[in-house]
């Protein structure tokens, strides 16, 4: 029984090793460009390996999804457990914003979860992309009781985040223009963003090379 558990989390920590490093992959290199081989590199481990866990590529990159989109519920549910009855509209706000911030400072997650936005046509990958967006939207509207209206205009904010980071405007930090728009996207925020987000940047330049 024991050697049956020690076997059972061995493979569970080589599964989350193995998408730990398909999130950096596809993030920095997309669906296309992320291949199984590079993956395995990335983790340290054959091609064969990958392929003998997670199949196809595309099963592969649809459960790296899987993985940043519970993320992020998760991360939006952590907040909300902090929530007392006299928190009030802003403090939840700034909570919720907070802890996502911290999450999507791992480009990787941000980067996959991009991606999987951009596939709204494919067959597969669109269904599953609205799907987890649907579902972070009804946690803050519904669990967080933020409201439609006030819910649409954070994920507004949220995605201007995103899409900031994504193509790595920290790395221009210091251009007049650059450094407000970031300063108003991020708030309060900006300086721990910029040296979480630089670190990782060091991370993805590794992974590209």
């Known amino acids: 029984m ?5 076997s059972r989390l061995s493979g569970d920590n080589r599964r989350e090793q193995i998408l730990g490093a398909a999130t950096a992959v596809f993030g920095e290199r ?3 460009g992320g ?3 590079a993956i395995a590199r990335a983790a340290g481990i054959s091609q064969a390996y990958v392929v003998r866990m997670f199949g196809t590529k595309e099963d592969l990159f649809a ?3 899987a993985r940043a989109g519970q993320r992020v519920a998760d991360t939006f549910r952590a907040a909300i457990a902090q929530f007392t009855p006299e928190t009030t509209l802003e ?4 909570l919720l914003g907070e802890t996502y911030g911290n999450l999507i400072a791992d480009r990787g997650t941000l980067l996959s979860l991009m991606h999987a936005f951009t596939q709204g046509a494919d067959p597969k990958f669109g269904p599953l992309g609205r799907a987890y967006f649907l579902d972070a939207f009804r946690i803050v509207r519904d669990e967080a009781g933020i409201g439609g209206p006030q819910t649409t205009a954070f994920f507004a904010q949220g995605m201007l985040i995103n899409t900031l980071l994504a193509m790595r405007m920290p790395d221009v930090y210091g251009d007049a223009d650059a450094d ?3 300063q108003y996207a991020f708030g309060e925020k900006c300086d721990d963003l910029l040296v979480l987000v630089r670190s990782q940047a060091i ?3 590794a992974v590209r090379a």
């Open 2 to 6: 024991s050697s049956e558990k020690t």
């Open 30 to 32: 997309g669906y296309v």
């Open 35 to 37: 291949t199984t081989d």
């Open 63 to 65: 459960e790296v999804c």
């Open 91 to 94: 403090e939840k706000l700034h």
């Open 180 to 182: 407000e728009l970031m």
């Open 203 to 205: 991370m993805a330049d």
